[in-house]
């Protein structure tokens, strides 16, 4: 007989863990503080990127974010402020950010992605979500610089010593594969081996399959207290009620490190604030691609293009900075000088907060002493990516199964020194 979960946390994350607990037969109660029609997962670029073998926490880019923390449209903007929290992250992040680390870290991104893409194939197959989109038409790291090319051309190497498959292109290689959009770039890198989604058709219809499958949302309740016995949760507290499980998933994203705190763990964990533009009008653009030298995302979606970027650091909040929104423009007419974004185009961008742990890997597993709570947080920019097969590992936790791949990177309790 299945258990009863509570999945805290209403994203891609806290779906995925809902589906794959609710397929092998749990009762499954999901909890959102807000109504999950918004947020980073609907505005993220919709990759399944075993590409992104580099975590966030690589060497360099916290002394750049240094060097950018009074450029507020920089790509990776730090707001000044005083907050302990933001201090421990920002130096376990520092810690994190080795050539060493990045090393190990490769070939368990590209694992876990692929498993993930995997499991997205599977959700298609099954038909439980209907016709979505999904294509296998690979990424583009476009660049203007040798430099860029140089750093580029050294993650592809290391790609394809992992076995992922990756093609360089020259200029008119790369003409031929974009021949309706004029792209100013010297040429590319083509990851073969990465996906593209539409998440604001996936995520409706996850939720209207999880309903008719009997998975009981309560959107607009916040948690506000526990109470903890011998092994772990007994109860939470929301704004309205009380309710009790089995077992419990923290899978808040942004807001995990503040609800942590309330069950006694001190998780390290910063919002990074994304934004995105989309174009409904034809843009030509028929595969995705990183402009590299802007450092932000473009995406042919299903009815519409997004252009999507950036990472700020400022805390939670949903303000939207126009400097940033016009920096995202330039970007793109930098690269499609065609295209210029029109002023209704660029006054309807939205931000969500993607949850980043100090080394850029999740954080999926359990804590000593709460034997019945899976902490599934801290994907950085791989959310999207890493959804399934989250939800997938946490099912197996939940159930003592052995997981799928070794949750040892992802312990919730890990050092960063």
């Known amino acids: 007989m299945g258990k009863h979960i509570i999945v805290i946390g209403g994203g891609i994350i806290g779906l995925s863990c809902a589906y794959f607990l609710n397929k092998v037969g749990h009762k499954v109660t999901l909890l959102d503080k807000g109504d ?5 997962s609907f505005v993220n670029a919709g990759y399944l990127t075993p590409s992104h073998i580099v975590p966030l926490a690589a060497p360099g880019v916290m002394w750049q974010g240094v060097k950018w923390m009074f450029n507020s449209s920089s790509p990776l903007y730090m707001k000044p402020r005083l907050d302990l929290d933001f201090f421990r992250w920002a130096w376990s992040f520092h810690k994190s950010s080795t050539k060493a680390k990045v090393e190990r870290a490769a070939p368990v991104i590209r694992d876990i992605n692929l498993l993930s893409a995997e499991l997205y194939r599977d959700i298609k197959k099954s038909g439980d979500l209907g016709s979505f989109h999904l294509q296998d038409k690979g990424l583009l790291m476009l660049y203007q610089t040798e430099a860029s090319y140089q750093h580029e051309h050294r993650v592809a190497e290391k790609a394809k010593q992992l076995g992922l498959e990756v093609e360089e292109l020259n200029k008119a ?4 594969l974009q021949p309706k959009e004029a792209i100013e770039a010297q040429g590319a890198i083509y990851y073969k081996c990465d996906s593209h989604t539409t998440p604001t058709e996936f995520m409706p219809k996850m939720i209207a399959y999880l309903k008719k499958a009997g998975v009981v949302f309560r959107p607009h309740e916040e948690v ?10 007994v109860g939470i507290q929301t704004k ?8 419990y998933i923290l899978a808040a994203g942004s807001w995990t ?15 990074g604030k994304g934004y995105c533009i989309n174009v409904s009008r034809p843009t ?13 995302a473009v995406t ?9 970027g950036t990472m700020e650091f400022s805390g939670i ?33 939205q931000t969500g907060l993607r949850p980043v742990s100090p080394d850029g890997l999740p954080y999926i597993g359990k804590l000593p002493g709460l034997d019945n709570l899976v902490v599934a947080t801290g994907h950085a920019m791989m959310g999207w990516s890493l959804g399934p097969a989250t939800g997938k590992l946490v099912q197996q936790l939940i159930d003592g199964e052995t997981p799928e791949m070794d949750l040892g990177p992802f312990r919730p309790n890990r050092s960063f020194s």
């Open 284 to 296: 030509g653009i028929t595969l995705p691609a990183i402009l590299m030298e802007a450092k932000m």
């Open 224 to 233: 506000q207290g526990l109470s903890l016995g011998p092994k772990g949760i």
């Open 240 to 247: 309205t009620q009380a309710y009790s499980a089995d077992a």
């Open 36 to 40: 999950m029609t918004s947020g980073a």
């Open 317 to 349: 909040n949903a303000h939207v900075r126009e400097k940033r929104v016009k920096a995202i423009a330039r970007g793109a007419n930098r690269f499609y000088p065609e295209l210029e974004m029109k002023s209704e185009e660029t006054q309807l961008a």
């Open 257 to 271: 490190e503040n609800l942590a705190k309330q069950f006694g763990i001190r998780l390290l964990l910063q919002a």
């Open 300 to 308: 042919p979606m299903k009815g519409f293009t997004r252009f999507a």
């Open 173 to 176: 290689q790369l003409r031929k």
